[in-house]
């Protein structure tokens, strides 16, 4: 495609282009210095590189494409809202990203400023019309997961198509009744809006496709427990992110043979940085695109990234929905369950996420792990005390940094992760 004519697919979502051009030389440039300047870089990154040059391109081109065939578009912002219900009506499901500080200002006139730079970011990307993926969607699905999101949802429904999916608070029977019920409750919609319905052949297809993309990140996590860890974090959180928006059966295929690469690396004895290099992992908020401050931080500062435990990471991953089902019914079941056992610090008491926590930092052998925190983020924040305890009872050291979506913050931080890795060598 030609400048000329992503100008116009831009201008056809009514984009701002002038601010938009802004964004796309920033986020280029940020890139650049981030990812292409990294050594030892397998060919399968390549596939990377292209989806993610062409973010605002063509893939937005295959999504408006897929808007013409009537199919529709859905946007979400937690790894809540099932996939599985959306490609079973042939519907395409994207992340909507939040993850850099465009639009701030103008967010911070609709939602208080002490609110955490993801909830700003993706109020300030519709206010300031930068965002194509945002514009090109049919209906955005909202949770009532943090108090922060579910205010913030009131303000965004005034600007966009939204529905809200009820997210339960507790892990106890009622809870899991009333979500089965949300899960049937969006069904209706999506089915409403399609004038499709979902059959138990479409659904066990849609399962199937989802479950293969998380069997595909289960086994990029699984190399990477390998010393040396044969790839960088940048990486691996960038393959997450890239998840959230590419078409899942590309994706899955891209990953695949990625990590093939992968293990020809391993089996040859080479890391992507020597053996004796600090292992760490992240753990906490989720990082949407583009937000790769930390782990750049943390990795030009002599350390490797083996884990994420995030929603852009294996909280999303980690679980698989049951594929047994033979029913409609059982396989809503299914459904329900998977996503039930999702640790999100919005749940309480949220007991498995420690759990989990300590059985990664086990098997990826990590030195030491970063519990990463968005400022003004109260569920991680609270929970940061429970997993810093948990982690010290472990003997895994750790510490907690709080920031947000901004570069001012980027020299203190680096001090704070050097001192850190002082302390573990
Ligand atoms: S941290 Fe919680 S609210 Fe945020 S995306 Fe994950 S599950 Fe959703
Ligand atoms: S980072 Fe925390 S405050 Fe922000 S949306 Fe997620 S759970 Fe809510």
Redesign the pocket.
């Known amino acids: 495609m030609t400048q000329e004519s992503y100008e116009a697919m831009w201008e056809s979502l009514n984009l701002d282009l002038s601010a938009h051009d802004g964004l796309l030389g920033v986020l280029g440039k940020f890139y650049g210095d981030i990812y292409m300047s990294q050594q030892g870089r397998l060919k399968g990154m390549e596939y990377l590189d292209f989806v993610l040059s062409e973010v605002h391109g063509l893939r937005i081109k295959e999504l408006l494409e897929a808007k013409a065939q009537g199919r529709k578009i859905i946007g979400t912002f937690c790894v809540f809202v099932p996939e599985e219900l959306a490609l079973a009506l042939d519907c395409v499901q994207v992340g909507l990203c939040a993850g850099a500080d465009a639009g701030k200002e103008a967010a911070e006139t609709l939602v208080p400023r002490n609110t955490?730079a993801?909830?700003k970011s993706f109020v300030g990307f519709k206010l300031a019309r930068l965002c194509p993926y945002t514009e090109s969607c049919d209906l955005i699905v909202g949770e009532t997961?943090?108090d922060?999101?579910k205010k913030a949802y009131e303000a965004f429904g005034e600007l966009a198509p939204m529905y809200i999916m009820e997210v339960p608070q507790t892990k106890t029977p009622a809870a899991r009744k009333l979500w089965k019920e949300e899960v049937l409750r969006y069904m209706a919609t999506l089915e409403s809006m399609t004038g499709k319905k979902v059959t138990a052949e479409k659904l066990a297809k849609a399962i199937k496709i989802v479950n293969d993309r998380r069997r595909v990140l289960q086994r990029l996590n699984k190399l990477r427990a390998t010393v040396p860890t044969p790839i960088s974090g940048r990486d691996v959180l960038l393959i997450n992110q890239i998840s959230f928006y590419d078409d899942p059966l590309r994706f899955t295929g891209a990953i695949n043979a990625l990590c093939d690469q992968l293990e020809e690396r391993i089996k040859k004895g080479e890391g992507v940085v020597p053996q004796d290099t600090p292992r760490l992992m992240l753990s906490g908020?989720?990082m949407a695109v583009p937000n790769w401050k930390l782990p750049f931080i943390i990795e030009s500062s002599g350390a490797v990234i083996v884990g994420e435990e995030s929603c852009i990471g294996t909280r999303n991953t980690r679980d698989l929905v049951d594929e047994s089902g033979q029913t409609l019914d059982e396989m809503l079941d299914a459904l329900a369950d998977r996503y039930m056992h999702i640790d999100c610090?919005?749940f309480t008491p949220n007991d498995e996420r420690l759990e989990n926590i300590e059985s990664m930092a086990s098997e990826l052998k990590v030195d030491g792990v970063v519990q990463y925190t968005?400022m003004?983020?109260?569920?991680?924040a609270h929970e940061g005390f429970k997993v810093e305890k948990r982690l010290t009872d472990h003997g895994t050291p750790s510490m907690i940094l709080e920031t947000d979506y901004s570069m001012e913050d980027v020299e203190q931080l680096k001090t704070r992760v050097e001192a850190f890795l002082e302390t573990i060598k």
């Not at 003004?376 to 991680?380: A, G, I, K, R, S």
């Open positions: 955490c993801l909830i997961t943090c922060g999101k908020c989720p610090a919005c968005l003004f983020c109260q569920p991680y």
